[in-house]
Protein backbone atom coordinates (compact mmCIF):
# COMPACT_ATOMS: atom_id res chain seq x y z
CA UNK A 1 0.00 0.00 0.00
CA UNK A 2 2.64 2.52 0.90
CA UNK A 3 4.33 1.77 -2.52
CA UNK A 4 1.06 3.06 -4.23
CA UNK A 5 0.56 5.96 -1.75
CA UNK A 6 3.81 6.94 -2.39
CA UNK A 7 3.42 7.08 -6.10
CA UNK A 8 0.55 9.55 -5.92
CA UNK A 9 1.85 12.44 -8.29
CA UNK A 10 -0.49 14.71 -7.50
CA UNK A 11 -2.53 15.82 -4.26
CA UNK A 12 -5.26 17.67 -5.55
CA UNK A 13 -6.08 15.45 -8.19
CA UNK A 14 -8.28 13.10 -6.13
CA UNK A 15 -10.30 16.28 -5.08
CA UNK A 16 -10.38 17.60 -8.73
CA UNK A 17 -11.68 14.20 -9.61
CA UNK A 18 -14.38 14.23 -7.06
CA UNK A 19 -15.55 17.59 -7.62
CA UNK A 20 -16.45 16.44 -11.23
CA UNK A 21 -18.12 13.59 -10.22
CA UNK A 22 -15.39 10.79 -10.69
CA UNK A 23 -14.56 9.88 -7.27
CA UNK A 24 -16.31 6.37 -7.63
CA UNK A 25 -12.91 5.27 -9.51
CA UNK A 26 -11.11 4.12 -6.55
CA UNK A 27 -13.79 1.26 -5.99
CA UNK A 28 -12.35 -0.52 -9.03
CA UNK A 29 -10.27 -3.67 -8.47
CA UNK A 30 -8.63 -3.90 -11.69
CA UNK A 31 -10.30 -7.36 -13.15
CA UNK A 32 -10.64 -5.95 -16.67
CA UNK A 33 -14.78 -6.55 -17.28
CA UNK A 34 -14.60 -3.00 -19.07
CA UNK A 35 -11.94 -3.51 -21.37
CA UNK A 36 -13.10 -6.91 -22.64
CA UNK A 37 -16.43 -5.46 -23.16
CA UNK A 38 -15.10 -2.32 -24.73
CA UNK A 39 -15.91 -1.71 -28.39
CA UNK A 40 -13.78 1.47 -28.89
CA UNK A 41 -10.98 -1.02 -27.18
CA UNK A 42 -11.17 -3.61 -29.99
CA UNK A 43 -11.12 -0.87 -32.84
CA UNK A 44 -8.79 1.31 -30.78
CA UNK A 45 -5.15 1.13 -28.12
CA UNK A 46 -8.21 2.68 -25.86
CA UNK A 47 -7.95 0.56 -22.83
CA UNK A 48 -10.60 1.57 -20.15
CA UNK A 49 -8.90 -0.31 -17.38
CA UNK A 50 -5.66 0.86 -18.03
CA UNK A 51 -7.05 4.82 -17.13
CA UNK A 52 -9.10 3.44 -14.31
CA UNK A 53 -6.13 2.65 -13.03
CA UNK A 54 -3.80 5.55 -13.80
CA UNK A 55 -6.26 7.94 -12.55
CA UNK A 56 -6.53 5.91 -9.03
CA UNK A 57 -2.65 6.53 -9.09
CA UNK A 58 -2.80 10.30 -9.90
CA UNK A 59 -1.59 10.03 -13.35
CA UNK A 60 -2.90 13.16 -14.55
CA UNK A 61 -0.38 14.17 -17.24
CA UNK A 62 -0.52 10.67 -18.73
CA UNK A 63 -4.08 10.52 -18.87
CA UNK A 64 -5.03 13.83 -19.81
CA UNK A 65 -2.78 14.11 -22.62
CA UNK A 66 -3.85 11.06 -24.19
CA UNK A 67 -5.28 10.55 -27.46
CA UNK A 68 -7.16 7.22 -26.17
CA UNK A 69 -9.27 9.23 -23.74
CA UNK A 70 -11.18 10.86 -26.48
CA UNK A 71 -11.80 7.61 -28.31
CA UNK A 72 -14.84 6.09 -25.64
CA UNK A 73 -18.02 6.27 -26.86
CA UNK A 74 -19.62 6.71 -23.80
CA UNK A 75 -21.98 3.63 -24.63
CA UNK A 76 -22.27 2.40 -20.70
CA UNK A 77 -21.37 -1.15 -21.49
CA UNK A 78 -18.51 -1.39 -19.55
CA UNK A 79 -20.72 0.82 -16.95
CA UNK A 80 -23.37 -2.30 -16.89
CA UNK A 81 -20.60 -4.99 -16.51
CA UNK A 82 -18.87 -3.41 -13.67
CA UNK A 83 -19.23 -6.11 -10.42
CA UNK A 84 -17.87 -2.98 -8.42
CA UNK A 85 -20.53 -0.66 -10.18
CA UNK A 86 -18.42 1.70 -10.87
CA UNK A 87 -19.74 4.87 -12.72
CA UNK A 88 -17.09 4.42 -15.33
CA UNK A 89 -18.38 6.98 -18.00
CA UNK A 90 -18.40 9.89 -15.09
CA UNK A 91 -14.92 8.58 -14.73
CA UNK A 92 -14.15 9.27 -18.22
CA UNK A 93 -16.06 12.36 -18.53
CA UNK A 94 -14.33 13.93 -15.36
CA UNK A 95 -11.57 13.63 -17.27
CA UNK A 96 -12.05 14.68 -20.05
CA UNK A 97 -12.81 18.12 -18.17
CA UNK A 98 -9.85 18.52 -16.59
CA UNK A 99 -8.22 17.86 -19.96
CA UNK A 100 -10.43 20.71 -21.56
CA UNK A 101 -9.33 22.81 -19.02
CA UNK A 102 -5.75 22.56 -19.68
CA UNK A 103 -6.08 22.73 -23.56
CA UNK A 104 -6.48 19.68 -24.79
CA UNK A 105 -9.14 19.54 -26.94
CA UNK A 106 -9.81 18.90 -30.50
CA UNK A 107 -10.55 21.30 -33.09
CA UNK A 108 -13.89 19.17 -34.00
CA UNK A 109 -14.93 19.28 -30.69
CA UNK A 110 -14.14 23.31 -30.37
CA UNK A 111 -16.33 23.20 -33.13
CA UNK A 112 -19.26 21.72 -31.87
CA UNK A 113 -18.86 23.82 -28.69
CA UNK A 114 -19.15 27.13 -30.98
CA UNK A 115 -22.11 25.93 -32.29
CA UNK A 116 -23.64 25.78 -28.85
CA UNK A 117 -22.17 28.62 -27.91
CA UNK A 118 -23.38 30.95 -30.78
CA UNK A 119 -26.40 29.46 -31.66
CA UNK A 120 -27.92 27.43 -28.40
CA UNK A 121 -27.32 24.17 -30.23
CA UNK A 122 -24.66 21.74 -31.77
CA UNK A 123 -25.75 21.83 -35.46
CA UNK A 124 -26.44 25.07 -37.04
CA UNK A 125 -29.48 25.37 -39.12
CA UNK A 126 -29.61 26.82 -43.17
CA UNK A 127 -32.24 27.12 -45.71
CA UNK A 128 -32.53 24.01 -46.72
CA UNK A 129 -33.61 22.78 -43.65
CA UNK A 130 -35.64 25.93 -43.16
CA UNK A 131 -37.59 25.04 -46.82
CA UNK A 132 -38.08 21.04 -45.56
CA UNK A 133 -39.40 22.31 -42.03
CA UNK A 134 -42.01 24.90 -43.94
CA UNK A 135 -42.62 21.50 -46.35
CA UNK A 136 -43.62 19.46 -43.57
CA UNK A 137 -46.05 22.46 -41.98
CA UNK A 138 -43.46 22.96 -39.05
CA UNK A 139 -42.22 26.41 -37.86
CA UNK A 140 -39.82 27.16 -40.37
CA UNK A 141 -37.56 27.58 -37.41
CA UNK A 142 -38.43 25.39 -34.32
CA UNK A 143 -39.42 26.83 -31.34
CA UNK A 144 -36.29 27.15 -29.28
CA UNK A 145 -33.80 29.33 -28.31
CA UNK A 146 -33.46 29.39 -32.49
CA UNK A 147 -36.64 32.16 -32.20
CA UNK A 148 -36.54 33.37 -29.30
CA UNK A 149 -33.79 35.77 -28.57
CA UNK A 150 -34.01 36.62 -24.94
CA UNK A 151 -34.21 32.82 -23.73
CA UNK A 152 -30.73 32.80 -25.89
CA UNK A 153 -29.40 35.54 -24.01
CA UNK A 154 -30.45 33.45 -20.72
CA UNK A 155 -28.95 30.91 -21.72
CA UNK A 156 -24.94 32.59 -22.60
CA UNK A 157 -25.25 34.03 -19.47
CA UNK A 158 -25.11 30.45 -18.18
CA UNK A 159 -22.20 29.50 -20.72
CA UNK A 160 -20.88 32.39 -19.54
CA UNK A 161 -21.19 32.31 -15.60
CA UNK A 162 -20.05 28.30 -16.08
CA UNK A 163 -16.58 29.42 -17.98
CA UNK A 164 -17.57 27.99 -20.99
CA UNK A 165 -16.85 30.82 -23.20
CA UNK A 166 -13.34 30.30 -22.24
CA UNK A 167 -13.49 26.97 -24.92
CA UNK A 168 -14.61 28.39 -27.67
CA UNK A 169 -12.22 31.66 -27.25
CA UNK A 170 -8.74 30.20 -26.70
CA UNK B 1 -54.92 12.48 -22.55
CA UNK B 2 -51.97 12.37 -21.28
CA UNK B 3 -49.80 15.79 -21.50
CA UNK B 4 -45.75 15.83 -22.14
CA UNK B 5 -43.61 19.14 -22.37
CA UNK B 6 -42.28 18.17 -26.19
CA UNK B 7 -37.84 18.21 -26.01
CA UNK B 8 -36.63 18.53 -29.36
CA UNK B 9 -33.07 18.82 -29.15
CA UNK B 10 -30.79 19.35 -32.37
CA UNK B 11 -30.15 16.72 -35.08
CA UNK B 12 -33.96 15.85 -35.11
CA UNK B 13 -35.49 19.32 -36.07
CA UNK B 14 -32.36 20.38 -37.69
CA UNK B 15 -31.31 18.02 -39.94
CA UNK B 16 -34.02 14.73 -39.57
CA UNK B 17 -37.21 17.30 -39.37
CA UNK B 18 -39.21 14.52 -40.65
CA UNK B 19 -38.88 12.97 -37.16
CA UNK B 20 -39.97 15.20 -35.47
CA UNK B 21 -43.17 15.91 -37.75
CA UNK B 22 -44.09 12.38 -37.80
CA UNK B 23 -43.44 12.28 -33.18
CA UNK B 24 -46.30 14.65 -33.54
CA UNK B 25 -48.35 13.17 -36.05
CA UNK B 26 -48.05 9.59 -34.37
CA UNK B 27 -48.55 11.51 -30.41
CA UNK B 28 -51.61 13.14 -31.55
CA UNK B 29 -53.59 9.72 -33.26
CA UNK B 30 -52.56 8.00 -29.63
CA UNK B 31 -53.95 10.36 -27.43
CA UNK B 32 -50.50 12.10 -26.15
CA UNK B 33 -50.37 15.89 -26.08
CA UNK B 34 -47.16 17.27 -26.93
CA UNK B 35 -46.50 21.05 -25.59
CA UNK B 36 -43.64 22.75 -27.10
CA UNK B 37 -41.11 23.85 -24.13
CA UNK B 38 -40.17 28.00 -25.88
CA UNK B 39 -36.85 28.49 -25.71
CA UNK B 40 -35.65 25.17 -24.60
CA UNK B 41 -31.76 25.06 -26.16
CA UNK B 42 -29.56 21.76 -27.08
CA UNK B 43 -29.83 19.22 -24.12
CA UNK B 44 -26.90 19.86 -24.02
CA UNK B 45 -25.20 16.83 -25.65
CA UNK B 46 -23.78 14.23 -23.15
CA UNK B 47 -21.24 13.25 -25.12
CA UNK B 48 -18.89 16.22 -25.81
CA UNK B 49 -20.74 19.00 -23.75
CA UNK B 50 -20.31 17.37 -20.21
CA UNK B 51 -17.35 16.22 -21.49
CA UNK B 52 -16.14 20.11 -22.25
CA UNK B 53 -17.42 21.29 -18.73
CA UNK B 54 -19.71 19.54 -16.86
CA UNK B 55 -20.53 23.00 -15.02
CA UNK B 56 -22.17 24.22 -18.06
CA UNK B 57 -24.03 21.01 -19.44
CA UNK B 58 -25.54 20.61 -15.46
CA UNK B 59 -26.47 24.55 -15.51
CA UNK B 60 -27.87 24.04 -19.29
CA UNK B 61 -30.03 20.82 -18.60
CA UNK B 62 -31.28 22.48 -14.92
CA UNK B 63 -32.47 25.37 -16.83
CA UNK B 64 -34.34 23.42 -20.04
CA UNK B 65 -35.66 21.29 -16.74
CA UNK B 66 -36.92 24.07 -14.98
CA UNK B 67 -38.67 25.67 -18.21
CA UNK B 68 -40.51 22.07 -18.37
CA UNK B 69 -40.80 22.59 -14.34
CA UNK B 70 -42.59 25.76 -15.15
CA UNK B 71 -45.03 24.37 -17.35
CA UNK B 72 -45.72 21.78 -14.69
CA UNK B 73 -45.31 18.93 -17.31
CA UNK B 74 -43.31 15.78 -17.72
CA UNK B 75 -40.13 15.36 -20.90
CA UNK B 76 -40.25 13.50 -23.63
CA UNK B 77 -37.60 13.27 -26.26
CA UNK B 78 -36.72 11.90 -29.20
CA UNK B 79 -33.52 11.19 -28.93
CA UNK B 80 -31.37 9.05 -26.78
CA UNK B 81 -28.74 11.87 -26.32
CA UNK B 82 -31.34 14.64 -25.22
CA UNK B 83 -32.71 11.69 -23.00
CA UNK B 84 -29.46 10.89 -21.22
CA UNK B 85 -28.46 13.92 -21.11
CA UNK B 86 -31.79 15.45 -19.29
CA UNK B 87 -31.85 12.21 -17.42
CA UNK B 88 -28.62 12.04 -15.97
CA UNK B 89 -28.65 15.70 -14.89
CA UNK B 90 -32.23 15.71 -13.53
CA UNK B 91 -30.37 12.58 -11.39
CA UNK B 92 -27.36 14.81 -10.11
CA UNK B 93 -29.08 17.17 -9.34
CA UNK B 94 -32.16 15.47 -7.29
CA UNK B 95 -29.03 13.55 -4.97
CA UNK B 96 -26.80 15.94 -4.45
CA UNK B 97 -28.59 18.85 -2.67
CA UNK B 98 -25.18 21.11 -2.83
CA UNK B 99 -24.93 21.05 -6.51
CA UNK B 100 -28.33 21.78 -7.23
CA UNK B 101 -27.80 25.08 -5.23
CA UNK B 102 -24.86 25.95 -6.78
CA UNK B 103 -26.61 25.41 -10.31
CA UNK B 104 -29.74 27.36 -8.61
CA UNK B 105 -27.07 30.44 -8.15
CA UNK B 106 -26.82 30.18 -11.32
CA UNK B 107 -29.80 30.18 -12.61
CA UNK B 108 -30.80 32.92 -10.51
CA UNK B 109 -29.20 35.33 -12.51
CA UNK B 110 -31.27 34.97 -15.27
CA UNK B 111 -34.47 34.74 -12.83
CA UNK B 112 -35.10 30.52 -12.88
CA UNK B 113 -34.68 28.28 -10.53
CA UNK B 114 -35.47 24.39 -10.57
CA UNK B 115 -36.96 22.65 -7.99
CA UNK B 116 -36.37 19.17 -8.60
CA UNK B 117 -39.80 18.07 -9.87
CA UNK B 118 -39.05 17.48 -13.72
CA UNK B 119 -39.67 13.90 -14.54
CA UNK B 120 -37.65 12.84 -18.04
CA UNK B 121 -39.01 10.15 -20.65
CA UNK B 122 -38.10 8.91 -23.59
CA UNK B 123 -40.52 8.47 -26.65
CA UNK B 124 -40.27 4.56 -26.91
CA UNK B 125 -40.84 4.04 -23.25
CA UNK B 126 -43.83 6.53 -23.35
CA UNK B 127 -45.26 4.40 -26.56
CA UNK B 128 -44.76 1.01 -24.51
CA UNK B 129 -45.27 2.00 -20.80
CA UNK B 130 -48.13 4.63 -21.10
CA UNK B 131 -50.00 3.91 -24.44
CA UNK B 132 -49.54 0.25 -24.37
CA UNK B 133 -48.48 -2.31 -27.27
CA UNK B 134 -52.64 -2.74 -27.62
CA UNK B 135 -53.98 0.87 -27.89
CA UNK B 136 -50.86 1.16 -30.49
CA UNK B 137 -52.23 -1.70 -32.42
CA UNK B 138 -55.80 -0.33 -32.39
CA UNK B 139 -54.34 2.99 -33.83
CA UNK B 140 -52.52 0.93 -36.94
CA UNK B 141 -54.74 1.51 -40.16
CA UNK B 142 -51.96 0.36 -42.61
CA UNK B 143 -50.00 -3.04 -40.90
CA UNK B 144 -46.84 -3.74 -42.27
CA UNK B 145 -44.89 -6.50 -43.15
CA UNK B 146 -41.01 -5.84 -43.58
CA UNK B 147 -38.42 -7.76 -41.88
CA UNK B 148 -36.19 -5.01 -39.69
CA UNK B 149 -33.20 -4.50 -37.92
CA UNK B 150 -34.89 -2.46 -34.47
CA UNK B 151 -31.37 -0.40 -33.23
CA UNK B 152 -32.01 1.06 -29.33
CA UNK B 153 -28.55 3.18 -29.71
CA UNK B 154 -27.01 3.15 -26.24
CA UNK B 155 -28.42 5.55 -24.02
CA UNK B 156 -32.03 5.02 -24.34
CA UNK B 157 -31.50 1.70 -21.47
CA UNK B 158 -28.23 2.50 -20.11
CA UNK B 159 -27.22 3.46 -17.31
CA UNK B 160 -30.05 0.87 -16.36
CA UNK B 161 -29.49 1.17 -12.84
CA UNK B 162 -31.56 4.55 -12.92
CA UNK B 163 -33.26 4.16 -16.00
CA UNK B 164 -34.99 0.44 -15.87
CA UNK B 165 -36.91 0.22 -18.63
CA UNK B 166 -35.46 -2.90 -19.87
CA UNK B 167 -32.41 -5.42 -19.83
CA UNK B 168 -29.78 -3.39 -21.74
CA UNK B 169 -28.07 -6.64 -22.54
CA UNK B 170 -31.30 -8.43 -23.95
CA UNK B 171 -33.69 -6.01 -24.49
CA UNK B 172 -37.10 -6.40 -25.90
CA UNK B 173 -38.94 -2.86 -25.78
CA UNK B 174 -38.51 -1.67 -28.81
CA UNK B 175 -38.88 -5.16 -30.58
CA UNK B 176 -42.66 -5.40 -29.30
CA UNK B 177 -43.00 -2.00 -30.42
CA UNK B 178 -41.35 -2.57 -33.92
CA UNK B 179 -44.01 -5.98 -34.12
CA UNK B 180 -47.03 -3.62 -32.97
CA UNK B 181 -46.74 -2.48 -36.68
CA UNK B 182 -46.46 -5.87 -38.18
CA UNK B 183 -43.40 -6.13 -39.02
CA UNK B 184 -40.57 -9.16 -37.85
CA UNK B 185 -37.96 -7.70 -35.42
CA UNK B 186 -34.83 -10.22 -37.31
CA UNK B 187 -32.52 -11.29 -34.74
CA UNK B 188 -29.09 -10.69 -35.53
CA UNK B 189 -25.52 -10.72 -33.89
CA UNK B 190 -24.75 -7.90 -31.42
CA UNK B 191 -27.55 -5.85 -31.60
CA UNK B 192 -26.42 -3.95 -28.56
CA UNK B 193 -23.41 -2.70 -30.28
CA UNK B 194 -23.03 0.76 -30.24
CA UNK B 195 -23.78 3.11 -33.32
CA UNK B 196 -19.99 4.47 -33.07
CA UNK B 197 -20.96 8.14 -33.09
CA UNK B 198 -21.52 8.67 -28.99
CA UNK B 199 -18.95 10.25 -26.97
CA UNK B 200 -17.59 13.07 -29.50
CA UNK B 201 -16.00 10.10 -31.22
CA UNK B 202 -17.75 10.93 -34.44
CA UNK B 203 -16.54 14.65 -34.67
CA UNK B 204 -12.88 13.75 -33.77
CA UNK B 205 -12.45 10.27 -34.92
CA UNK B 206 -15.02 9.37 -37.43
CA UNK B 207 -13.50 6.36 -39.31
CA UNK B 208 -12.85 4.85 -35.76
CA UNK B 209 -16.40 5.65 -35.49
CA UNK B 210 -17.31 4.44 -39.14
CA UNK B 211 -15.82 0.93 -37.73
CA UNK B 212 -18.46 0.59 -35.48
CA UNK B 213 -21.26 1.28 -37.85
CA UNK B 214 -20.16 -1.18 -40.67
CA UNK B 215 -20.48 -4.09 -38.36
CA UNK B 216 -23.68 -3.50 -37.34
CA UNK B 217 -24.47 -2.89 -40.79
CA UNK B 218 -22.93 -6.43 -41.60
CA UNK B 219 -25.08 -7.72 -39.42
CA UNK B 220 -27.98 -6.06 -39.98
CA UNK B 221 -27.18 -6.82 -43.81
CA UNK B 222 -26.64 -10.89 -42.61
CA UNK B 223 -30.55 -10.24 -40.78
CA UNK B 224 -31.87 -9.87 -43.87
CA UNK B 225 -33.38 -6.40 -42.76
CA UNK B 226 -35.53 -4.08 -45.24
CA UNK B 227 -35.09 -1.47 -43.27
CA UNK B 228 -33.05 0.01 -39.54
CA UNK B 229 -35.65 1.38 -37.03
CA UNK B 230 -34.00 3.50 -34.46
CA UNK B 231 -34.99 5.54 -31.43
CA UNK B 232 -32.39 8.32 -31.72
CA UNK B 233 -31.73 10.75 -34.34
CA UNK B 234 -27.82 10.69 -33.48
CA UNK B 235 -27.83 7.17 -34.37
CA UNK B 236 -29.97 7.82 -37.09
CA UNK B 237 -28.14 10.31 -38.45
CA UNK B 238 -24.70 7.92 -38.11
CA UNK B 239 -26.39 4.94 -40.29
CA UNK B 240 -28.03 7.06 -42.78
CA UNK B 241 -24.11 9.47 -43.74
CA UNK B 242 -22.18 6.54 -43.22
CA UNK B 243 -23.98 3.96 -45.23
CA UNK B 244 -23.18 4.58 -49.03
CA UNK B 245 -18.90 5.27 -48.11
CA UNK B 246 -19.33 1.67 -46.37
CA UNK B 247 -20.89 0.33 -49.00
CA UNK B 248 -24.49 -0.29 -48.02
CA UNK B 249 -27.75 0.55 -48.32
CA UNK B 250 -30.56 -0.39 -45.74
CA UNK B 251 -33.08 2.86 -45.30
CA UNK B 252 -33.10 3.99 -41.80
CA UNK B 253 -36.61 4.84 -39.95
CA UNK B 254 -37.20 6.63 -36.74
CA UNK B 255 -39.49 4.70 -34.66
CA UNK B 256 -42.19 7.82 -34.94
CA UNK B 257 -41.29 7.36 -39.23
CA UNK B 258 -42.61 3.56 -39.06
CA UNK B 259 -45.56 4.34 -36.76
CA UNK B 260 -46.30 7.11 -39.12
CA UNK B 261 -46.23 4.68 -42.25
CA UNK B 262 -48.16 2.16 -40.75
CA UNK B 263 -50.72 4.84 -39.46
CA UNK B 264 -51.32 6.08 -42.77
CA UNK B 265 -49.05 9.44 -43.07
CA UNK B 266 -47.72 10.40 -46.61
CA UNK B 267 -44.25 9.78 -47.76
CA UNK B 268 -44.31 13.79 -48.05
CA UNK B 269 -45.27 13.88 -44.31
CA UNK B 270 -42.40 11.69 -42.74
CA UNK B 271 -39.95 14.10 -44.60
CA UNK B 272 -37.99 10.89 -46.11
CA UNK B 273 -36.58 13.66 -48.52
CA UNK B 274 -33.90 14.59 -46.04
CA UNK B 275 -32.56 11.01 -45.48
CA UNK B 276 -29.46 9.75 -47.59
CA UNK B 277 -30.95 6.38 -48.75
CA UNK B 278 -33.75 6.60 -50.51
CA UNK B 279 -36.41 5.46 -48.79
CA UNK B 280 -38.76 3.30 -50.81
CA UNK B 281 -41.75 1.85 -48.88
Known amino acids: ?170 | MTKYAFFLGCIAPLRYPGIEKSTRVVCQKLGVELVDITGASCCPAPGVIRAFNRNTWLAAAARNLALAEKMGLPIVTICNGCYGSLFEAADVLNKEPEKLAEINAILKTIGMEYKGTTKVYHFADVLYREVGIEKIKAAITKPLNYGVATFYGCHFLKPSSIKNIDDPENPHVLDDLVEATGCKSLPRKQKTLCCGSGGGLKAAFGDVAKEFTKTNLENMQASGAQFIVDVCPFCHLQFDTSEKDLGFNIPVLHLSQLYGIAMGMSEQELGLSAHKIPVKL
Not at chain 1, 56 to 74: N, V
Not at chain 1, 86 to 109: F, K, Q, S, T
Request: hydrophobic share 40%.
Open chain 1, 1 to 170: MSIIVDFKADPNFEKQLAALGGEDVKLCFQCGTCTASCPSGRRTSYRVRKIMREAQLDMKEAIISSQELWECSTCYTCVERCPRQVPIVDVIVALRNMAVAEGHIYAAHKKTASNLYTTGHTVPINDEIKAQRKALGLSEVPPTVLSDSAAFADLKKIMDATKFDAIVKE
